[in-house]
């Protein structure tokens, strides 16, 4: 079977094709941000209610940009922290030793609040669902919530995102990579097929 | 890693993230009421002490629980090793059983390698049990040299050009031999400080400095590791003071040699940290009052040796098998 190419107008290009330039990053983050005032009718009362938890490691910083953007936009600043939930993986036995991450809940906790968990992308829903059982260990939200830059699709658990920056259509072979300047340097968001085209447990 | 036997297997990258592991638990179990990860579910840890033990079983066990691995204490005293099992036979019994990690504390300088070298053998088809070396004679105990790491990295900020001092009877001591391989894998500078008496043959080979007088010393250090003079291993003819055995004359001259008096704190630097491997001796290697100054960081040693004994746990059981 032909390889669900998608229309990229160039060769296949090793570097991979861009998805979101570091603009559309600006942007979709500032939008992210509208939807979560919106949807959550954040104001000064309502800041001590929100939490937004990053996944780290590119989770994190999201979470960080999406907590000032809401800042300049209503004057009042959500909880920001990240979770990290590695051990709380259901894949730990079939890769080698991950290495942790930071966990930094923001002061107060997370019992009765909103939490909005935050990362770069949704794929299967495994990270998330990790994320879901670390939680419920450190407290009981009020609700939670899920914010992704972009879903790629392939979920294996009933899971989904409440804020999506793009929804991209990938087959499993690809990989979408995102890079944020608090980690690589530079924003982007890249889809590139991945060479070692193994459907199990491709990237994330 | 499949083992954790000697710090002399741990290269610096390992060593750090064996430290930065043990900082996320810390992390992700601060301010919980729940102090439970599900990380090892269905693993079992087995502890096989023969020697008498509280700080090391206890936090190897504790770091288990918390980690939801089934963690089984076995002590020579009350198993079969009383009906005169050997050690082999006990370790293939742990291993045919069904243990997933084996951590041994032994009398026997080299118990961990062999139990590791046998946990290859072609009955378990090469998989047997992890082997942590909890102590074995006089020889090494990783387990507590990285945690003293720990304590040395949060109180320091880093352990890198440290100056760390190591005083007391060094010869009967596994402690000092595994963190002087740690500390200096770790870019410390490591100054050994003990009576000629208690000093191993070939100390001179060791990535250490090595000197007799303590005053000398005790200015240019960031930290002070007191060791506990082990009585119990010494061995030859009684001396004046019998179970000192000639080793030194008498409690009260090796503490007005090697005793962390509080004059001798005061000539220590205002930053610098003073641990000690416990069980303390007050009055012998540690002044009381040294002891319970805010300086010591002895509770804060037994509180990362749990947090370190879990990271040891996640790098040797939670991965894919090798």
């Keep these: 079977m032909a390889s669900p190419r998608r229309a990229r107008g160039d060769q296949a290009d090793p570097a991979g094709t861009e998805l979101l330039s570091a603009s559309d990053v600006a942007r979709t983050v500032a939008r992210i941000a509208h939807q979560i005032i919106e949807k959550t009718s954040f104001d000064a009362g309502a800041a001590t209610r929100v939490v937004l938890l990053g996944l780290p490691t590119r989770g994190a910083p999201l979470a960080r940009r999406l907590g000032a953007a809401i800042s300049d936009f209503t004057g009042a600043a959500p909880g920001v922290g990240t979770l990290d939930a590695t051990l709380y993986r259901d894949d730990l036995r079939r890769r080698p030793t991950r290495s942790l991450e930071p966990t930094a809940l923001p002061e107060g906790g997370i019992d009765d609040r909103l939490v909005i968990l935050v990362d770069d992308v949704l794929f299967s829903g495994r990270t998330v669902r990790a994320a879901l059982d670390a939680l419920r260990d450190h407290g009981r939200p009020r609700a939670v919530q899920l914010a992704v830059l972009v879903d790629r699709g392939h979920r294996e658990l009933p899971i989904r995102a409440d804020y999506v920056g793009k929804n991209v259509p990938t087959s499993r072979a690809e990989q979408v990579e995102v890079l944020l300047t608090e980690v690589d340097g530079r924003d982007t968001v890249l889809l590139r097929r991945d060479p070692g085209a193994d459907t199990a447990g491709a990237a994330r | ?322």
């Design chain 2, 1 to 322: 890693m499949k083992h954790l036997l000697s710090t002399a297997d741990l290269d610096a990258a390992t060593a750090t993230s064996l430290l930065d592991t043990a900082d996320r638990l810390r992390q992700a179990l601060l301010g919980r009421e729940v102090h439970k990860l599900p990380t090892l579910r269905g693993r079992t840890v087995v502890t096989l002490f023969y020697e008498d033990s509280t700080r090391t079983r206890v936090s190897f066990e504790i770091a288990g629980k918390w980690m939801s691995a089934d963690t089984i204490n076995v002590s020579a005293k009350g198993s079969s090793v009383a009906k005169g099992e050997s050690l082999r036979d006990t370790a293939a019994t742990l291993a045919a059983a069904g243990a997933d990690c084996v951590i041994i504390r032994h009398p026997s300088s080299g118990a961990a390698h062999r139990v590791a070298a046998w946990s290859k053998g072609d009955a378990l088809d090469g998989r047997g049990p992890s082997v942590v070396n909890a102590g074995d004679g006089t020889h090494e105990h990783p387990t507590q040299a990285l945690l003293d790491a720990a304590t040395l990295r949060d109180r320091l900020g880093s352990i890198a050009g440290k100056r760390i001092g190591i005083v007391g009877d060094v010869l009967h001591s596994r402690v000092a031999r595994s963190n002087v391989t740690l500390l200096a894998t770790l870019g410390a500078e490591v100054t050994l400080v003990a009576p000629p008496t208690l000093l191993p043959v070939g100390v001179g080979d060791w990535p250490c400095r090595v000197r007799h007088h303590l005053d000398a010393e005790l200015p240019g250090w960031d930290a002070v590791m007191m060791l506990r003079v082990q009585a119990e291993r010494f061995a030859g003819p009684a001396g004046p003071e019998g179970r000192f055995r000639g080793f030194f004359p008498s409690a009260r001259e090796y503490a007005i040699g090697y005793g962390l008096s509080d004059r001798r704190l005061s000539m220590l630097p205002g930053h610098s940290v003073v641990l000690h491997p416990g069980p303390m001796v007050r009055g012998m290697e540690i002044a009381p009052a040294v002891a319970d100054s805010p300086r010591a960081a002895v509770l804060q040693q037994v509180r990362n040796g749990v947090h370190v004994r879990m990271a040891v746990l996640y790098h040797l059981l939670a991965g894919a098998p090798q």
